[in-house]
């Protein structure tokens, strides 16, 4: 069995082959000019391009680098997670495979996991190549995600970051499906500090995070972090009631004051009813997120499905497993170690 890595790499990849080859090559220049053994772990989150051939293409050419396969597209943060699950270095290291986040950062977390921090997250100083509503938007979620969250979750900062062993260890423990990986670092703990970095423009193909993706993102990182948009109902509910209590007696006194016929008809009410209507259809929607998020943890499916690996039969150290399907046949010791820490189907371990 080959020696455990110091550094495993974590990418998920989404349709990227435009980028991978860049890419590896990137990270291997970089970390081998570290002087410390490490590995990279390329997470196939159900690509439709040429991604994973050419993954496998690059497997072939570096023992180093791993592939595992999803047998479909389970979303960014879940592909963050199986690499987590199957990384085995002293740290792990999240990037994404779209050359936005530069690997040449990579040495500067890994100097500060060295000084004795267990976290270290990049801090995007600048956003090069985005809209201004992106940056706008992107600036004005992480403010306030800070503000309604009892955990300080660092602004302007995304799930490029290093960790230790220890503290991926708890993230494998933690089986959410509505996942927020960089909330979740937050709230672990332990001693953690950033690195700003200057966030590159996308070389090759388009944004994985459109807007529906974005603010779909948006409320898993606010209904797993907070439960203000709950709070605020009651706050909302007093002001429409002392509101309503105040224009009720000023229309009385001006009515008495100036006869009915200033202030005749069915028109305010009706406007009121369907103000009041569309605030109980949000605070609805509100409630109906929170309850569907419980049903869906309730189900207790697995996070993902590995299709297929690759590269990783001896290099992976067993690691905790958590809501996986049955095994149906008995295992002997060997396969029990190489067996992936979620339901695997048709897999080449």
Not at 2 to 9: K, L, N, Q
Not at 281 to 290: A, C, D, M
Request: proline share 4%.
């Amino acid at each position: 069995m080959s020696a455990r890595p110091t550094i495993s790499v974590v990418a998920p990849v989404y349709n990227e082959a435009g980028n991978l080859k860049r890419f590896c090559q990137e990270v291997r220049s970089t970390l081998d000019g570290i002087d410390e053994s490490w590995e990279l772990i390329l997470v196939n989150d159900g690509s439709t391009d040429a991604s994973h051939e050419l993954m496998l293409q690059l497997a072939e050419t570096d023992a180093r680098l791993r592939v595992i396969s999803f047998a479909r597209n389970f979303g960014h943060q879940i592909a963050v997670t199986a690499g987590i699950d199957y990384a085995c270095g002293r740290a792990v290291i999240l990037i994404d495979a779209d050359l936005q986040d530069p690997p040449a950062v990579i040495p500067r977390l890994i100097a500060k996991w060295k000084e004795g921090y267990d976290v270290v997250y990049a801090i995007r100083a600048e956003r090069r190549g985005e809209s201004l509503w992106k940056r706008f938007s992107a600036k004005v979620f992480y403010r306030l995600l800070h503000r309604i969250t009892d955990i300080d979750i660092p602004v302007d900062t995304g799930d490029f970051r290093l960790m230790d062993e220890r503290v991926a260890a708890v993230l494998r423990q933690m089986r959410e499906h509505y996942r927020f990986v960089r909330g979740l670092t937050s709230w672990v703990g332990y001693k953690q500090t950033g690195v700003e970095y200057v966030r590159e423009e996308r070389v090759w193909g388009e944004t994985k995070y459109p807007l529906r993706k974005m603010i779909a993102f948006a409320l898993d990182a606010i209904t797993s972090f907070s439960f203000f948009p709950l709070q605020i109902m009651i706050f909302i509910s007093l002001s429409l009631a002392v509101a309503s209590l105040l224009v009720g007696i000023v229309i009385s006194g001006l009515r008495l004051a100036l006869g009915e016929e200033f202030f005749g008809g069915q028109s305010t009410t009706i406007i009121l009813l369907l103000l009041l209507s569309a605030f109980q259809l949000f605070f609805l929607f509100i409630i109906g997120q929170y309850v569907a998020r419980i049903y869906d943890e309730s189900r207790d499916r697995p996070l993902y499905i590995v299709a297929s690996t690759f590269g990783l039969t001896e290099s992976r150290a067993p690691v905790q497993r958590a809501r996986a399907l049955p095994v149906m046949a008995q295992p002997n010791a060997e396969t029990i170690e190489q067996t992936p820490p979620e339901a695997e189907i048709d897999g080449r371990v």
